[in-house]
Structures are given as structure tokens and as C-alpha cells.
């Protein structure tokens, strides 16, 4: 896997659609592949073609070329499954890659990749739609412990291209959502072919797919880049409704979220060229994480030592977690160190191979 400074700088450069300045195409397509962002060349290939090796841009068509067709199989199994679930009176709200497929315009539809399809229903709804599914042919494939705090289960068909990962609360951890209200306050209705949906409002779909990178994923904590949630965050900036940066702000609630996010919004602004206010992207703590996730991008050894870099935010993690816990739990001192096995599990992530991760 090719991880090193010009194949970043390059890629980035490839992806805001700069002109190809000394770019060693072998790395850079690596670094493409690896973080699942070579059919976002389409545009890049389609602008430079003339400039541009055969091998470069057929190679990049050919991906873009096999991704509409896969995208176009998911939205034909997206809209089974939503009419599925809407028979038995069920709207589900579409996450991340599944909210993308109902909004891009047709021909845009092949430039994001994705593995599955994430679909939300309301906590009451959760047993009726995984029965739906089942209905139509769909088996279970896993479904998270009775006991555990975020419940969702993976179903999957033979014939298809991807799986459907059912959930029942927005990505990440329930008390990042508390000061949010209700889901539905912030997503509107949307035909989805014969099927109905609800999609989340821009910003709100912006800070959830940020909080699942940063905190679902664990990304803050180990330092990760996605870059191709950072394309495609740039893409809704970029979209005729565009991103409210002050509505995404008043969102974010305690020192914690805010690190993470402005963290986000920093790499944003500096790797993809989004106009970010100054002062979502001026605090020093979201510049120190940023050079961070820039430095074991490039060189992946000092993923473990730059561990050592979640202390910044420790004591406002334990705030947070402190705050949300019943009165009668055990809470734990705002700088007291991570149990042995939350180590264990960032050391055994921080030197995993993660696809779409750089």
C-alpha cells in the first residue's frame, strides 16, 4: 500500500481538480484504491484527458464505468427494500451512502463507492422492518448482542451487490444527538420510485457522516483520514442547497464534538480547497489533530506513538461521558486513564489495515 507525502499531496491535488504537476500515477492509484476514491477521478480524468497516459484515464473510466452499473443495481435494491418496509407502514430514513444514491443527480451516480446500503427506522419499527426484508429474501446476516448500546443488524441476498445495514439511531454515540431532538426534525420526505423515504436535511446529514467517521469509527482517536467522506462532504458544500456552516456550529455541543468536528472541517478546508469560516478552522487543538492525521497518513509508523495524542481530549471525554451516565453509575475521574481493554482495542486499530481509511 502506498502511503507517503507526494502520493497524498498528489491525489488531493487530482481531486480539486489542479492541473498534474510531477504525479507518480503507480502511488497515487494505490493510494486511490486504498481509500476508496478512484471513481471521484472521473472528473479530474475527464478535464486532463488530453494531457493525461491511456493507462490513467482508461483505468479510471473503467472503475467510474463498473461503479455506475454496481450503483445502479443498489438503488434498484434500495427501492425493493423501501417499498418493502413502506407496505408495513414504515418510512425509513436513509444514511450516508444510501441518502446519496436517492439525492445525486443520475449522472453523478457512480462517483461515490460504496459497500452497503445504511437505512434507518424508528427504535418501535426495528422488528417489523428486519421481518419485511426477510420477506423478500433477505437473511440475517449478524445483529448486534441484546445488551449492546447501539443495535443494528446486517442483512444480505445472494443476488446482490451489496448488504443493507439496518440501524435504529443516527450514527455514533446517542449523547452526541441529545441537545438534536427528534430524527425527523431534521430530514424531509422523498420519492424514492415507487418507494417514499425520508432524507436528512444537508447539515444535518454533513454532522452525522461526521460524527460516524470521528467517533463511530474511532477516527479522532486514531488519527484517521477519510477521504472519501471529505469528497464527498466537499460535494454537498459544493450542491445547489450547500452546507450552513453557523447551522452545522449550533449544532455541536461540549469541547469534545467541537474538537472533532472543526478537526473534520480543518482537513476540508486544507486538503480539498471548501471554504470553511475562520473560525470553525482557527483553534488549536483541531490544527494539532490535523497535522496529526497528515503525519501517519504519510508515514503509517507513528500511528501507535501519536496515540499518546487522545489525552488532548481525555478529560473532555470523560465530561461528556460523566454527564450522560445515571447518577447512581461509577463515574470516573476526568483524567483517569483508559480501561486495559479500550487500549488494547486503539492499539490493535491503530496499526489495522482499514479500507477507506488513510
Known amino acids: 500500500m502506498a502511503r507517503h507525502s507526494a502520493a497524498l499531496t498528489s491525489l488531493c491535488n487530482c481531486?480539486?481538480?489542479?492541473?498534474?504537476?510531477?504525479?507518480?500515477?503507480?502511488?497515487?492509484?494505490?493510494?486511490a484504491n486504498q481509500t476508496l476514491t478512484t471513481p471521484a477521478l472521473i472528473d479530474f480524468v475527464d478535464k486532463f484527458a488530453p494531457i493525461l497516459s491511456e493507462d490513467v484515464c482508461g483505468y479510471i473510466r473503467q472503475i467510474?464505468?463498473?461503479?455506475?452499473?454496481?450503483?445502479?443495481?443498489?438503488?434498484?435494491?434500495?427501492?425493493?427494500?423501501?417499498?418493502?418496509?413502506?407496505?408495513?407502514?414504515?418510512?425509513?430514513?436513509?444514511?450516508?451512502?444510501?441518502?446519496?444514491?436517492?439525492?445525486?443527480?443520475?449522472?453523478?451516480?457512480?462517483?461515490?463507492?460504496?459497500?452497503?446500503?445504511d437505512i434507518m427506522v424508528?427504535?418501535?419499527?426495528?422488528?417489523?422492518?428486519v421481518s419485511a426484508l426477510c420477506a423478500i429474501g433477505y437473511d440475517v446476516d449478524?445483529?448486534?448482542?441484546?445488551?449492546?448500546?447501539?443495535?443494528?443488524?446486517?442483512?444480505?441476498?445472494?443476488?446482490?451487490?451489496?448488504?443493507?445495514?439496518?440501524?435504529?439511531?443516527?450514527?455514533?454515540?446517542?449523547?452526541?444527538?441529545q441537545s438534536f431532538g427528534h430524527p425527523l426534525n431534521h430530514c424531509v420526505p422523498a420519492p424514492l420510485?415507487?418507494?417514499?423515504?425520508?432524507?436528512?436535511?444537508?447539515?444535518?446529514?454533513?454532522?452525522?457522516?461526521?460524527?460516524?467517521?470521528?467517533?463511530?469509527d474511532y477516527g479522532y482517536w486514531l488519527g484517521d483520514l477519510d477521504l472519501r467522506h471529505l469528497v464527498e462532504l466537499r460535494d454537498m458544500s459544493n450542491s445547489a442547497e450547500g452546507l450552513d456552516w453557523k447551522e452545522l456550529a449550533s449544532l455541536v455541543s461540549g469541547e469534545l464534538m467541537k474538537n472533532a468536528v472543526e478537526?473534520?472541517?480543518?482537513?476540508?478546508?486544507?486538503?480539498?480547497?471548501?471554504?470553511i469560516p475562520q473560525e470553525l478552522r482557527s483553534r488549536l487543538i483541531p490544527r494539532l489533530q490535523f497535522m496529526r492525521q497528515l503525519m501517519q497518513a504519510r508515514f503509517p509508523?507513528?500511528?501507535?506513538?501519536?496515540?499518546?495524542?487522545?489525552?488532548?481530549?481525555?478529560?473532555?471525554?470523560?465530561?461528556?461521558?460523566?454527564d450522560t451516565?445515571?447518577?447512581?453509575?461509577?463515574?470516573?475521574?476526568?483524567?483517569?486513564?483508559?480501561?486495559?481493554?479500550?487500549?488494547?482495542?486503539?492499539?490493535?486499530?491503530?496499526?489495522?489495515?482499514?479500507?477507506?481509511?488513510?
Do not use: C
Open 263 to 275: 478537526t473534520q472541517l480543518f482537513a476540508l478546508s486544507e486538503l480539498l480547497g471548501v471554504e
Open 64 to 117: 467510474h464505468r463498473r461503479n455506475v452499473l454496481r450503483n445502479n443495481r443498489l438503488v434498484a435494491q434500495l427501492e425493493e427494500a423501501v417499498i418493502a418496509m413502506n407496505d408495513l407502514g414504515i418510512t425509513p430514513i436513509m444514511l450516508k451512502g444510501a441518502s446519496t444514491l436517492v439525492t445525486a443527480p443520475e449522472e453523478r451516480r457512480g462517483v461515490r463507492l460504496m459497500s452497503d446500503l
Open 301 to 322: 509508523a507513528t500511528r501507535v506513538p501519536f496515540l499518546a495524542m487522545m489525552m488532548l481530549d481525555l478529560g473532555n471525554y470523560r465530561k461528556m461521558a460523566n
Open 193 to 216: 420510485g415507487r418507494g417514499r423515504v425520508y432524507i436528512p436535511a444537508p447539515t444535518y446529514r454533513a454532522l452525522m457522516l461526521i460524527i460516524h467517521d470521528q467517533f463511530q
Open 325 to 358: 451516565i445515571q447518577p447512581t453509575a461509577r463515574r470516573r475521574g476526568l483524567w483517569s486513564l483508559p480501561r486495559m481493554g479500550t487500549l488494547q482495542f486503539l492499539l490493535k486499530a491503530a496499526v489495522a489495515v482499514r479500507a477507506g481509511k488513510a
Open 15 to 31: 481531486l480539486r481538480g489542479m492541473p498534474p504537476v510531477d504525479v507518480e500515477w503507480t502511488s497515487v492509484i494505490a493510494l
Open 122 to 129: 424508528m427504535p418501535d419499527d426495528a422488528r417489523l422492518a
Open 142 to 177: 449478524y445483529e448486534t448482542p441484546p445488551e449492546s448500546p447501539r443495535w443494528h443488524v446486517e442483512l444480505n441476498r445472494s443476488q446482490d451487490v451489496g448488504t443493507i445495514d439496518l440501524q435504529r439511531a443516527a450514527p455514533g454515540p446517542a449523547y452526541l444527538y
